[in-house]
């Protein structure tokens, strides 16, 4: 097994491809991996009284309220993961408020703050990675077109049939999503990067060459 980093953030607009760059890392340094959308979708799938809630809030792009994130969401999942190892964290936070949350949190549980890998790519590859992809609905790996998968339509590894996400479809939602990362988000990047914990790469090259870039970078914050 490669030897553990720090914890990590990993920041990046919609179709940064920050998923797939994850589960990379999570599989080479047996990483535990907290996507938040994910995490928000099994919620809305449980059908109980916080799920029309959540679902109005993830339908029009919009950030679900820090109440219902932290408290019925997040935290349960963060008290339930194995602590030993490295964390990914996925989509957490978004803005200076979450952070603040989200860094109480670490500290309550006693998980260690992380460093922030931010994957950078312009906004007019964001609407055309989107709008196109699909996911898995059971396992919630993305697809684009040309991918092997995505022609047949079917999860490589859950044997699923692929969807669209609503909120991909919807150019609004989308416009919606990539506002609040543009204002709220990359404050968090300079935050970070005060700190001298920030890691950016860019995220416009081949999914084999951004993994190595990300890699080199984690290699020389080690030393
Ligand atoms: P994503 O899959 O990261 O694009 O997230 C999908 C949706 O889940 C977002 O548009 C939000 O509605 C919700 N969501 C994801 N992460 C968070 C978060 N950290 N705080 C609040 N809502 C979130």
């Known amino acids: 097994m490669a030897k553990i980093t720090p914890n990590i953030i990993l920041l990046g607009a919609q179709g940064s491809g920050k998923s797939t760059q994850a589960l990379l890392l999570a599989k080479k340094f047996d990483y535990e991996w907290i996507i938040t959308g994910s995490l928000v979708r099994k919620a809305i799938k449980k059908n109980d009284a916080n799920s029309k809630i959540i679902k109005k809030y993830v339908d029009k792009g919009k950030l679900v309220p820090n109440?219902?994130?932290f408290k019925n969401i997040y935290e349960p999942h963060l008290k339930k993961i194995n602590k030993s190892k490295g964390?990914?964290?996925d989509g957490m936070p978004r803005n200076l408020s979450q952070m603040k949350t989200f860094h109480k949190l670490l500290d309550k549980l006693e998980i260690q703050r992380?460093?922030?890998l931010y994957i950078e790519i312009?906004?007019?590859?964001?609407?055309?990675?989107?709008?196109s992809r699909k996911i898995c609905p059971k396992c919630d790996r993305a697809y684009k077109p040309g991918?092997?998968?995505?022609?047949?339509?079917?999860c490589k590894v859950c044997n699923k049939k692929l969807?669209?996400?609503t909120d991909d479809k919807d150019k609004s939602a989308l416009t919606q999503r990539l506002s609040i990362f543009h204002k709220d988000t990359k404050k968090i990047i300079n935050h970070y990067k005060k700190n001298g914990l920030l890691l950016k790469i860019d995220g416009t090259p081949s999914v084999e060459e951004v993994n190595k870039n990300i890699l080199k970078k984690l290699e020389?914050?080690?030393k």
């Not at 991918?147 to 079917?154: G, L």
């Open 114 to 116: 992380p460093i922030l």
């Open 147 to 154: 991918d092997k998968s995505y022609e047949k339509n079917t």
């Open 163 to 165: 969807e669209s996400r």
């Open 220 to 222: 020389n914050f080690k």
């Open 67 to 69: 109440k219902i994130i």
């Open 87 to 89: 964390i990914i964290f």
């Open 122 to 131: 312009p906004d007019d590859i964001v609407y055309k990675r989107i709008l």
